[in-house]
């Protein structure tokens, strides 16, 4: 039921009622974690929200890149060769995780510049103090009003440069977006999962490693295929299609833009002895 109120625990005290769609929102901001012990009418016993399945109304609309994310293996070549694999969770295919997640954060800009709220434009830039020219992609704030779900990389996307309110090379802004670790794709992929967790569309299981760390797992749901379903691939197919074939120096350019971030913000393991 979409209408249930939930409790939740935080600091020893109960708290609520509140509307599943306000659960799901202190959940996004961080007020309520996936192992806060939840209550609704009907439950048992309190349980972890983890292990809650929030059964929204109907299949929440997915971002272009998060229908990448969910019909992987249309995007990205299964099997090994191609870099660390990840499992989609909609099939239990395998598929390389750098060309899925370079695949997402294309689609991604793209999408926002077919929706009217980012432009997109290779430009000449001067390198190695000016000896030499090189093209970069700048992304510049275009439209306000942006029809994406929350903590989608559309969303961070199109949040960040309203919130900067000048243009910026892609590169910067993709860089913003990931975060430093030791390998930022599987980083950016763990964040988009968890962003269609928070909404329902995945079901999230908090895994202890060591006793100590605290890992999610991810799988698919009833809302998930649902999602899936309702939103194939093929639009963002051909949107790939059409840039290849009218604006390739753009793909091309963004697909370098994001390599460039992916390694800026990779983390290389000291090694050596103290």
């Given at each position: 039921m979409t209408d249930r109120l939930w409790y939740y625990m935080q600091n020893g005290r109960q708290m609520g009622p509140v509307p599943q769609e306000a659960l799901r929102s202190l959940v996004a901001h961080g007020a309520v974690a996936p192992d806060t012990l939840t209550w609704a009418e009907g439950m048992p016993q309190w349980t972890p929200l983890s292990q809650v399945e929030l059964a929204p109304a109907q299949p929440p609309p997915l971002s272009p890149s998060e229908v990448v994310l969910l019909h992987g293996s249309r995007f990205s070549p299964m099997g090994k060769g191609h870099g660390p694999l990840f499992t989609m969770p909609t099939s239990g295919v395998q598929v390389?995780?750098?060309?899925?997640?370079?695949?997402?954060?294309?689609?991604?800009?793209?999408?926002?510049?077919?929706?009217?709220?980012?432009?997109?434009?290779?430009?000449?830039?001067?390198?190695?103090?000016?000896?030499?020219?090189?093209?970069?992609?700048?992304?510049?704030?275009?439209?306000?009003?942006?029809?994406?779900?929350?903590?989608?990389?559309?969303?961070?996307?199109?949040?960040?440069?309203?919130?900067?309110?000048?243009?910026?090379?892609?590169?910067?802004?993709?860089?913003?977006?990931?975060?430093?670790?030791?390998?930022?794709?599987?980083?950016?992929?763990?964040?988009?999962?968890?962003?269609?967790?928070?909404?329902?569309?995945?079901?999230?299981?908090?895994?202890?490693?060591?006793?100590?760390?605290?890992?999610?797992?991810?799988?698919?749901?009833?809302?998930?295929?649902?999602?899936?379903?309702?939103?194939?691939?093929?639009?963002?197919?051909?949107?790939?299609?059409?840039?290849?074939?009218?604006r390739f120096d753009l793909l091309q350019n963004i697909e370098q833009q994001f390599a460039s971030a992916i390694a800026s913000r990779t983390v290389t393991p000291n090694t050596s002895d103290e």
């Amino acid at each position: 039921m979409t209408d249930r109120l939930w409790y939740y625990m935080q600091n020893g005290r109960q708290m609520g009622p509140v509307p599943q769609e306000a659960l799901r929102s202190l959940v996004a901001h961080g007020a309520v974690a996936p192992d806060t012990l939840t209550w609704a009418e009907g439950m048992p016993q309190w349980t972890p929200l983890s292990q809650v399945e929030l059964a929204p109304a109907q299949p929440p609309p997915l971002s272009p890149s998060e229908v990448v994310l969910l019909h992987g293996s249309r995007f990205s070549p299964m099997g090994k060769g191609h870099g660390p694999l990840f499992t989609m969770p909609t099939s239990g295919v395998q598929v390389s995780a750098p060309i899925l997640v370079t695949a997402m954060y294309t689609v991604a800009a793209l999408a926002n510049e077919q929706a009217g709220l980012i432009r997109l434009t290779v430009q000449p830039k001067k390198a190695m103090l000016g000896l030499r020219t090189v093209t970069t992609v700048m992304a510049e704030l275009a439209g306000t009003q942006a029809p994406w779900p929350q903590g989608s990389p559309e969303w961070h996307m199109h949040r960040y440069l309203s919130q900067y309110r000048r243009p910026m090379e892609l590169r910067d802004l993709y860089t913003v977006l990931l975060q430093s670790d030791s390998d930022p794709t599987q980083q950016a992929l763990r964040s988009a999962l968890a962003a269609l967790a928070v909404r329902g569309l995945l079901q999230q299981e908090a895994v202890k490693t060591l006793l100590v760390f605290t890992s999610y797992r991810y799988s698919a749901n009833g809302a998930t295929m649902a999602a899936a379903a309702a939103q194939p691939p093929a639009s963002i197919e051909d949107l790939l299609a059409q840039t290849r074939r009218t604006r390739f120096d753009l793909l091309q350019n963004i697909e370098q833009q994001f390599a460039s971030a992916i390694a800026s913000r990779t983390v290389t393991p000291n090694t050596s002895d103290e």
